[in-house]
Nanobody
Framework: QVQLVESGGGLVQPGGSLRLSCTSS????????VAWFRQAPGKGRETVSC????????YYADSVEGRFTISRDKAKSTVFLEMNSLRPEDTAAYYC?????????????????WGQGTQVTVSS
């Protein structure tokens, strides 16, 4: 069983920054793809970003492109989501998820390992 532990959410003012972390002892291996999803109240789950460990390919949703950065620290077995210039519409529960593979896929299908979620609230 692969356990993902998330942290880093909180309350921030518009224009502020947060860094989310997703840690798993399995992330030292290079055959995982990790994605961040988010779900706002009353809305469906949205793919925010994705990173393939094997080929370093990344994906960003149009709504976060240029503001969010996904990265991996192999030594710390952690994937980060650096979020800058936050907006009220970024308010959501954020989840990291992992799948075995090489391709960064944006569909939830295939992501069988999920974190517990962390709340991000952007408000003045």
């Amino acid at each position: 069983q692969v356990q993902l532990v998330e942290s880093g959410g909180g309350l921030v003012q518009p224009g502020g920054s947060l860094r989310l972390s997703c840690t798993s002892s399995r992330f030292t291996a290079d055959y995982y793809v990790v994605a961040w999803f988010r779900q706002a109240p009353g809305k469906g789950r949205e793919t925010v970003s994705c990173k393939s460990f094997s080929d370093q390919n990344t994906y960003y949703a149009d709504s976060v492109e240029g503001r969010f950065t996904i990265s991996r620290d192999k030594a710390k077995s952690t994937v980060f989501l650096e979020m800058n210039s936050l907006r009220p519409e970024d308010t959501a529960a954020y989840y990291c998820a992992a799948r075995v593979g090489t391709e960064c896929k944006t569909s939830e299908t295939g992501y069988i390992y999920w974190g517990q979620g962390t709340q991000v609230t952007v408000s003045s």
